[in-house]
């Protein structure tokens, strides 16, 4: 039985896997490997995809879409806990839109995004924040609030209510206590939903795809501009290799954090 | 006091708040105006009220019910099958996963990799001549079948959805299955209860909420499917495989159908919202029977 087991969880994984797999196998085959060898077997190792992908920087910047995810993932995440961390506090302690803002912030997740994707495209394009990190930021903040208020209003329900008070006869105020006091205790709550919200800001792919042409361009719409402008003849292993570095830093945050974001994620969805 | 605790509330909703009417108040009233409008991009300032014209061009067109039946069989087809695997590995699994819970990282990567890449991935695995599956068929079985063709696409979309986003319900499931209490099985073993009694009577019924919302979550997210659908076979031949966010998309971005594409996700927001407090009514009532 046990036995059974372990096949039924390697097929599993396998299975699951099975794109990312078969692109990190492609991306180290050279042109004409990949040409006339799809299986899994590579027969002449090579890393001449990875180099390739630089040689062609003045059409397809890989360094600087990297940079654009990086930086809107973070400045996004970041945004989102700075709204609700406050939010969820007051929602918890004091009540105030616990009945109402909870509610609608976490239903949020249910609604398509494209509802809201076309009058923001329209806004920018008046404001100016198309094709711009902080326009891009904005909107992931947006995207990550629902799981990230849940989240935080869940971890702050756990932590005991008599710190508080004993702060206050100490003669705190509501921000000396929220910074001085349940900031510090919060903290590991606070990773957590920060790399939970940089890896979907990070995945996040049709506002990306609407509102950015060209500077603030992140990977994940980068990587498919790149089988679109290679017309007939898409160079594979380019592509793969250009794959793998897309999705290589959300998966070693998801490996070496794995607990973490599962315990998250698993709360996330039974709360929310 | 309270009064200054109630203050202090509301001065630390207030960014959020006026984040979220800035964001999402201000793009859902240009929504309302602009459902009702006739604008393109250039008369972008001064739309013309047209009334329920833009709804009625949505409602009317074949393409628009088209994509709105290819979401919901697409949506509840994953869903159904996402929380039946998960649901099978959860528990079967549980052995191996209770011992070594290193286990379940490996389980769970397919959730870190964007959806959108995942599409670009099978554009490369699905190819007819450098992909390892069509090489494997030809190879072992003998021939392919078209894996992105007008009759086959949609299965595999479907099978590509599932494979990514099974992990999500067997995560949920999973937690729900180990926190049953292990009194509550050992009483029943010791009543008589087998395996698939005790399954059947006993683990099932206590992890119904978390398969409910495991499937709500799973419905919503399909249904709403674009990054993955889009990169992979995009609207498809002749409009097959578009979702109902492709159809607004494609409205927008290459007809310029402002108006349009507007009403419709006018509709899509309706329908979300009829569907969001059906769920709610319904655990509401589950929650007040357990009472």
Partial sequence: ?272 | MQCALARDGRILVAPLTIFLLAMLGLPLVVDLIYSVSAVEFATILSPEFVGLANYASALSSESFWRAAWFSLRFGLLCATAQVLIGLFLAIFLEPLLARRPWLMAFLMLPMMVAPALVGLMYRLVLHEFVGVVPWFMFTYVGDSPSFLGPDNAFKTLVVVEVLQWTPFALLILYSAYVSIPADVREAAAIDGAGTWRRLVSIDLPLMGPAIGATFFIRFIDSFRVFDNVYTLTGAGAGGSTATMSIWVYEAFFKSGDIGRAVAASMLLLAASWLVLSVVHRLSQRRAGASA
């Fill in chain 1, 1 to 272: 039985m046990t036995a059974l087991r372990w096949i039924v969880f390697a097929i599993a994984v396998l299975a699951m896997n099975f794109p990312v797999i078969s692109t990190l196998i492609t991306s180290f085959k050279s042109e004409a490997e990949i040409a006339g060898n799809p299986s899994w077997w590579i027969e002449a190792p090579t890393l001449a995809n990875y180099q390739g992908i630089f040689a062609i920087a003045d059409r397809f910047d890989i360094l600087h879409y990297l940079w654009n995810s990086f930086a809107s993932s973070i400045l996004g995440a970041g945004l989102s806990l700075l709204l609700a961390f406050p939010a969820a506090y007051a929602m918890v302690r004091f009540e105030t839109g616990q009945k109402w803002l909870l509610p609608l912030v976490a239903n949020l997740r249910a609604i398509p995004l494209i509802v809201f994707a076309i009058p923001l495209y329209l806004v920018y394009a008046r404001v100016g924040l198309l094709d711009t990190e902080l326009g891009l930021a904005l909107i992931l903040c947006i995207v990550n609030l629902p799981l990230v208020l849940v989240l935080l209003a869940a971890s702050l329900r756990d932590l005991p209510a008599e710190l508080d008070e004993a702060a206050r006869v100490d003669g705190a105020s509501t921000f000396g206590l929220l910074w001085r006091i349940v900031l510090p205790l919060a903290t590991p709550a606070l990773a957590t939903t920060m790399v939970l919200g940089f890896v979907y800001a990070w995945n996040e792919f049709l506002f990306a795809l609407m509102l950015t042409t060209r500077n603030a361009v992140t990977t994940t719409v980068g990587a498919s501009f790149f089988f679109a402008a290679s017309g007939g003849g898409v160079r594979w292993g380019t592509a793969a290799a250009v794959m793998v570095l897309s999705v290589l830093p959300p998966m070693v945050l998801g490996l070496l954090l794995y607990r973490r974001i599962g315990q998250s994620l698993a709360a996330g969805a039974v709360k929310g």
